[in-house]
């Protein structure tokens, strides 16, 4: 089975693959409702979404491992749907399946057998390539180890999931310093992460992940290694993000606080939901 530090390198490599256009359709319509509202700063676009607002569908997904001469099943017959806008909290206990779940809908494992549907695509009909531009169009990711590059000021961190597409360097520049508005880190754009804090590293990744206007975004313990203040503040900034972009967040969590806040709860126990 690939373990947890496997799945979260292979989701942050995902992000330098393929090529990603801005949806300026999108970046207009949201800069006209931006405006209605008398917001007229802002430059943060969501992509357009899709006419369905089911943008995950599980279909009794099962996922098994060899592991020497024995089968480990770490997910068995899973069915679920996740609407446009909604925050979700996995829970369970260590090996339960979370982050096996996590992979399916990240389109970074493929299930043993059962359907994965991002965005009303079957992942099973989908090559390595397509899989790879599904991810940088439609999913952001957030980690517990973070990765922030240490040579690389903030705000140059949060433009590296848009430097290997075609986006011009002005539009980076504009977006990355919009987002460390919206994360609160505006005043650190020049810092390296090593002067952050960690409630301010972790606000960094979700900017990061938030760079490319993912429709989706996953995250694995996002407040794992986080006092309850700094808690407090990922999941405050993690509903802002839901209600004035209409981002979908699926967070893995044994953090009881996140849970309750969340729209939903998803328990699972030896790999199926409860």
Known sequence: MANIQDYEIKAFLSLFDGDISVAHAALTRYQQQLLANGDTNSTIAPHPFSNTNEVILLQNVSKRY????????????????????????????????????????????????????????????????????????????????????PFLRL??????????????????????????????????????????????VQRAAIARALMNSPRIILADEPTGNLDSVNSESIISLFRNICDTLGTTIVVVTHDANIARQADRTLELKDGAIV
């Not at 069915?79 to 806008?85: N, Q, R, T």
């Not at 079957?122 to 397509?130: E, I, P, R, S």
């Not at 075609?166 to 002067?195: C, M, S, V, Y």
């Open 155 to 200: 705000k140059d961190n949060l433009a590296v999931p848009a430097m290997f597409t075609n986006k011009q360097k002005n539009f980076i520049d504009t977006k990355a310093e919009e987002l460390l508005r919206r994360t609160g880190l505006a005043e650190r754009a020049k810092h390296f992460p090593r002067e952050l804090s960690g409630g301010q």
């Open 66 to 149: 060899k592991l020497g001469g024995q089968t480990v099943e770490a997910l068995r017959d899973v069915s679920l749907s996740i609407d446009k806008g909604e925050f979700v909290a996995i829970t369970g206990a260590s090996g339960s399946g979370k982050s096996t779940l996590l992979h399916m809908i990240g389109c970074l494992d493929r299930p043993t057998s059962g359907n994965v549907i991002i965005e009303s695509k079957n992942t099973a009909n989908l090559g390595d390539n397509a899989l790879s531009e599904l991810r940088q169009h439609s999913v952001g990711f957030i980690f517990q180890s973070f990765y922030l590059q």
